[in-house]
């Protein structure tokens, strides 16, 4: 005979292992929020619900957990899950749908009455999200790891961004008003992010009052560049790091106005440190930077387009990075790529300290030729505890950086070249990858996103680049990415990412791989830019990766074609349609698109080589 208690006993005892972390409470709550919440959530569709277990997190009050029992295994869930009173799953998913209104909510639903024969599944819903998401696993698990699990989850990731957003655009304001150059502003904030670290500082920062306003801002910088000197940044690095930070100084508000620096110290550790904390690896800084950039448009005139976080993370699973690898970005920024491939090396290695530390310190190499974005990039891969002593303040075609580089033998290249703002004057986006490569071992991979008028040439300077390409190393792959791939920060570039191994020429008879990676599953949103509002990056980023390393066709994505420097170096030229899939909305798209693409770029790559 099925004994509900029985199941409610296995749960119970589970959970009070873990008593000095969590509170429990059975069937209501004496928290008045949660108690209001569950007044309709009655199972029976009218009244009050009342959960067999309702679980609150000591160390996080954003979390809750509700847990709804069923003895008989066929109870646990029903096929459309809208049996709220006789199964498990549907009964622990409706409340969650009401208790999510207010919190995040992790829904778990028990059937069986013996712990051999436990059947066990679990839901996230995240505070104002319409949808539950299957989580963890089938086996009920310790109060740390489903903290740890809820945190680092991507969804979690995306709220929490989301929140940082709104954050920044309220940040940005903020330092406008206060009259603080776009150019400062996110040096401001990592100057900040380190001085934080610092326990001393942390400790005594809100004790400064509105008569020492400068000595603040005196130990502020003090204490990053003390910070910086003990992490063995280089002597003339550090010069320039002081330059960098030394507006704050000097500043009218940040010096001499009355809890302006105070406070802004106060929120950037509650709204960006914390954020920092939770989330490892993620390029904080480059966000700042493009959000930023998004109200100033002062850096456009020198290409500068920051790649977006999801496509450092596509590079760094297309190189298939791991703790044997080294990585060099010759166009490092605020870092994007090799926090990136930080990540995953890091992933790879299971908690080895030692493996770490060797990572961080030594196969993670940069040059950026900016001060003030280098003073960012450093920066960066301190606050991600590490890899800041590789990145050098230089030209990346000085001969004296280059052998210095290929001293250290990369393997692997990761870039995102400057877009030439003077078509005449600048250097070539293929010329960054060029010398990318020159410092790339034998048979190391190179990856790079590159306008796609670079894959188009038939004529002219980008032309006898290409050419050159393949008489040094192999093209492998090209992907055609989207084509607002670069909305956040207001810059209309259509790109590709083009795919090489390191000096070994082109054979005659090779196959390259083309994609048509144009769908990320990103779309625009007002305030937001292109978001994964519907979380489908996740499973497209796996199918890119896939199809990439096994080089699978696919009629209307991808396609595999012996070609030349004279050949355009793009999935449309060569990949079948599948008609099967078209609509007339697909070709009306494609018309626009093609019209856009033309008047943009080809008309204008036209006009440069008849020039």
């Not at 003030?372 to 990145?391: C, E, P, R, W």
């Not at 207001?490 to 191994?501: A, D, E, H, L």
């Not at 066709?553 to 078209?582: H, I, K």
Request: overall charge neutral; glycine content about 6%; charged content about 30%.
């Amino acid at each position: 005979m099925v004994n509900e208690r029985k199941t409610e006993g296995i749960v119970r005892s589970h959970f009070e292992k873990f008593r000095d972390h969590i509170e429990i409470e059975e069937q209501s709550s004496d928290n008045p929020k949660i108690d209001k919440l569950l007044k309709t959530a009655s199972k029976k569709g009218s009244g009050k619900g009342f959960p067999e277990f309702i679980i609150t997190l000591k160390e996080n009050s954003d979390l809750l957990i509700v847990i709804e029992c069923k003895a008989d295994l066929t109870k646990h869930e029903s096929l459309n899950r809208d049996q709220y009173s006789e199964y498990a799953v549907d009964g622990a998913l409706l409340y969650a749908s009401y208790l999510s209104k207010e919190f995040d909510v992790l829904a778990i639903a028990v059937s069986g009455q013996t712990i051999q024969q436990l059947k066990v599944s679990h839901f996230l819903q995240l505070k104002g999200s319409k949808k539950a998401i299957p989580f963890f696993g089938d086996k009920l698990l310790s109060a740390n790891d489903y903290l740890d699990g809820y945190l680092k989850s991507d969804e979690k990731l995306i709220q929490d961004y989301n929140i940082l957003l709104d954050f920044t655009k309220k940040l940005n304001d903020t330092l406008h008003s206060h009259k603080i150059s776009e150019k400062y502003r996110s040096l401001l904030i990592s100057c900040i992010l380190i001085a934080l670290g610092n326990k001393p500082f942390r400790s005594s920062y809100n004790l400064y009052g509105a008569t020492n306003t400068k000595e603040l801002a005196d130990t502020l910088v003090d204490t990053v560049i003390r910070e910086l000197k003990n992490a063995n940044i280089k002597s003339d690095n550090l010069d320039n790091l002081k330059i960098q930070f030394g507006f704050i100084r000097t500043d009218t508000s940040l010096s001499t106005k009355k809890d302006v620096l105070k406070t802004l110290i106060e929120d950037i550790d509650k709204n960006i440190n914390s954020f920092i904390k939770t989330h490892e690896y993620f390029d904080v800084l480059g966000q700042l930077y493009i959000e930023f950039l998004r109200y100033a448009n002062s850096d456009k005139g020198l290409g500068i387009v920051l790649t977006p976080p999801h496509i450092t993370e596509l590079f760094a699973e297309l190189a298939q990075v791991n703790d044997n690898s080294i990585v060099y970005d010759n166009c490092t920024g605020t870092g994007g790529f090799l926090i990136s491939a930080m990540k995953k090396m890091i992933e790879g290695v299971k908690g080895e300290s030692d493996t770490i530390d060797r990572i961080k310190k030594e196969q993670l190499i940069g040059v950026e030729y900016g001060a003030d974005i280098f003073a960012l990039a450093v920066s960066n891969m301190y606050i991600h505890q590490d890899g800041k002593t590789n990145i050098i303040n230089g030209d990346c075609f000085d001969d004296t950086i280059i052998r210095e580089i290929q001293n250290r033998k990369p393997n692997v290249g990761l870039l995102n070249p400057p877009y030439k703002a003077d078509k005449k004057k600048d250097i070539d986006e293929l010329e960054y990858v060029l010398n990318n490569m020159k410092c790339l071992v034998d048979g190391a991979k190179c990856i790079n996103i590159v306008p796609m008028q670079s894959a188009l040439a038939q004529s002219g300077k980008v032309y006898e680049l290409k050419i050159n390409l393949l008489k040094r190393h192999t093209l492998e792959a090209v992907l055609s990415m989207p084509n607002e791939l670069f909305f956040n920060s207001n810059v209309g570039v259509v790109s590709c990412v083009m795919i090489f191994t390191a000096h070994r020429p082109h054979p005659k008879n090779k196959e390259t791989y083309f994609g048509y990676y144009k769908d990320d599953g990103f779309v625009k949103r007002k305030n937001q830019g292109r978001v994964d509002v519907y979380r489908k990056w996740k499973d497209i980023k796996e199918k890119w990766v896939t199809y990439y390393i096994n080089r699978k066709t696919e009629p209307g994505f991808s396609v595999n074609r012996v070609v030349t420097a004279q050949d355009e170096w793009c999935a449309e030229a060569y990949m079948e349609t599948d008609y099967s899939n078209l609509s007339k909305q697909d070709f009306i798209r494609t018309i626009k698109e093609y019209v856009l693409f033309k008047e943009l770029y080809l008309n204008n790559y036209e006009t440069d080589n008849n020039s």
